[in-house]
């Protein structure tokens, strides 16, 4: 059984790769495919087969995913651009009678109302229309989002939001590429499942800022922000307006429940508790 994975050279689909030959997978069995062959290089080295292709390029997605069995699809990085390479890639599978595909979306894509999601659902939708069987990986937020930003937390003394109280069933990237291994390796059929993927333990922008404190030593607070306000501090700072919009509107809808995530899904397809909070903020300290 051969396994693509589409997305392969980003942060996400080189855990994914890692995951799987952890899990016993043959790595002459995994196929990553990318855009650049320099950045396929390091995933070659493991005995992986790799595979260049684009997915604005229906031309390379075909030859890169004949005799796939199974395609990881990871959802591209270029907002607003996604829903037509995403069905690119999706007919390619099809032409080559790919049997099953996993694709990750985002959590409660279908409820939580976030414009992000947007393009989630319609590619869900593209899915469910294209006669291959598929199963969806509903991601929650990596907590690497924020962590990512920590020295900027650090020296401001202050993490920005409009998230209020809600609560964010945030996990770390590994996790998520964990999950993913799993389902791809599942010997029981996964077509038509919908797994919701977050965190046991949510948290709120106020219980980050809380323990990027405890773990730092320097104090940091949270300052909830009127999203209009915080809008503008985006675009000020240099965030696209565009992508300032989406930022804010998705805190807008972390205060209504957006992203948090009760199902206990994670923990179940990774056969132990997600990585705490304290854990990947110590991580990106360290680093």
Do not use: C
């Not at 684009?54 to 075909?62: C, E, G, H, R």
């Not at 595909?101 to 869900?124: C, D, F, Q, R």
């Not at 809600?166 to 919908?194: N, T, W």
């Amino acid at each position: 059984m051969k396994i693509a994975i589409a997305g392969a050279t980003g942060k996400l689909g080189n855990l994914v790769v890692d995951a799987l030959l952890e899990r016993g997978a043959d790595a002459g069995q995994i196929i990553a495919i990318g855009r650049s062959e320099e950045k396929l290089a390091p995933l070659a080295s493991k005995g992986v087969q790799t595979r260049v292709a684009d997915y604005n390029a229906p031309a390379t997605l075909v030859p890169a995913l004949e005799d796939a069995d199974k395609l990881l699809l990871i959802s591209g990085s270029e907002v607003g651009q996604r829903i037509a390479q995403h069905e690119n890639v999706i007919n390619a599978a099809k032409s080559v009678n790919v049997s099953l595909i996993a694709y990750t979306s985002i959590a409660n894509a279908a409820t939580g109302g976030m414009k992000l999601a947007a393009e989630h659902v319609a590619t869900e939708q593209a899915l469910a229309a294209s006669g291959v069987d598929y199963v969806l990986l509903r991601n929650g937020w990596y907590t690497e989002n924020y962590t990512d930003q920590i020295m900027g937390y650090l020296n401001s003394g202050v993490i920005l939001g409009a998230a209020g109280d809600g609560k964010i069933s945030a996990a770390a990237r590994s996790d998520f590429a964990e999950a993913a291994a799993a389902v791809l390796l599942a010997e029981e059929p996964q077509a038509g499942k919908i797994y919701e993927l977050g965190s046991d333990k949510p948290f709120t922008l106020a219980q980050l800022a809380g323990a990027v404190s405890a773990a730092a030593g320097h104090d940091v607070s949270y300052k909830q922000m009127d999203p209009e306000t915080l809008v503008d501090i985006y675009e000020q700072s240099g965030v696209p307006a565009v992508f300032a919009d989406i930022l804010v509107d998705t805190d807008v809808r972390i205060s209504e429940g957006a992203l948090e995530v009760n199902t206990g899904q994670l923990a179940q397809l990774i056969g132990h508790a997600p990585t705490s909070l304290g854990k990947v903020i110590k991580n990106a300290l360290d680093q």
